[in-house]
């Protein structure tokens, strides 16, 4: 995913000076591209194939952890970061001051803020919350927002899981909990009324026993008080272009938005009471 924040990025960012090369940061060790042995050098590759034509020229620094790159963004090295939205959260403390906007690209159609579904399956015997309880969990690996939904049920509900397992990707998630190698799974509701719609059966065996409110976003990007403009700019030209569905479908997003300060507010308390 930080690959495509990346992409998007650099196109939004490219823009913003005539006489300098923007530089955009993002995390190294958080990238999809780090499977490479240059990650930066992968990244450029990729980000010039689509950007060559265009005429698009950028500097790209990668940080190998959250203390580096959010020193360079707050002094003014850098004006605009990609982030894991778990690195954020666990970090918005270092960053928040200096951040005047927030946006993100939401990879599910009409969907700005998401819930997260708690999803049981009709064979477990789950019929409320506190049936949990010595109850097997099935979450997406490296996803902050279902693992901070998971211990607020736990904390309110005062129950210990049987085990929690994680994987990499929610269809993954979901046939296991449908199959019963799990008694429930959290997933985002877009993605699985996607599940659903590609495989019907699946809601014969999966109940949705919970949800939150509008709190999951897929990913985030931070930009500067000096880039605010830029920001708003840009994303309205790409929310403008006749072009932005080819662009998003290769991106695999539906959109871009620039979130509201008590959007990104409201996730955080999300993830701050998980912690309590």
């Given at each position: 995913m930080l690959k495509k924040l990346f992409i998007i990025l650099t196109i939004l960012f490219s823009y913003t000076s005539a006489n300098e090369k923007p530089t955009l940061g993002y995390l190294e060790r958080l990238s999809t591209v780090t499977k490479y042995d240059n990650s930066l050098k992968a990244l450029n590759i990729v980000a010039n194939d689509i950007l060559n034509e265009i005429g698009v020229d950028f500097n790209?620094?990668?940080y190998s952890d959250f203390d580096s790159i959010s020193k360079v963004y707050n002094?003014?090295?850098?004006d605009v970061i990609t982030l894991d939205l778990r690195e954020y959260l666990k970090g918005f403390k270092k960053v928040d001051d200096n951040t005047s906007?927030?946006?993100?690209?939401?990879?599910?159609?009409?969907?700005r803020l998401d819930k997260l579904?708690?999803?049981?399956?009709?064979?477990?015997?789950?019929?409320s919350l506190k049936d949990l309880k010595n109850k097997s969990l099935a979450l997406r690996n490296g996803e902050i927002l279902s693992q901070a939904y998971m211990n607020i049920i736990k904390k309110d509900n005062k129950l210990k899981y049987k085990n929690v397992k994680y994987f990499d990707n929610y269809n993954t998630i979901v046939l296991?909990?449908?199959?019963?190698?799990?008694?429930?799974?959290?997933?985002?509701?877009?993605?699985?009324?996607?599940?659903?719609?590609?495989?019907?059966?699946i809601k014969t065996k999966l109940i949705i026993l919970d949800k939150?409110?509008?709190?999951?976003?897929?990913?985030?990007?931070?930009?500067?008080?000096k880039e605010k403009n830029n920001t708003i700019n840009m994303v309205q030209k790409i929310k403008n272009n006749e072009k932005k569905e080819e662009l998003f479908s290769l991106l695999s997003i539906t959109d871009i938005f620039i979130l509201e300060d008590y959007e990104?507010?409201?996730?955080?308390?999300f993830y701050l009471k998980s912690l309590k």
């Open positions: 790209i620094k990668d002094n003014g090295e850098i906007i927030y946006v993100t690209l939401p990879d599910m159609e009409n969907r579904y708690l999803l049981v399956n009709k064979d477990s015997n789950i019929n296991k909990t449908f199959f019963n190698n799990f008694d429930a799974c959290i997933v985002p509701s877009g993605i699985y009324e996607t599940i659903k719609e590609l495989s019907p059966t939150t409110e509008n709190i999951y976003i897929p990913n985030i990007m931070l930009s500067n008080e990104v507010e409201k996730i955080k308390q």
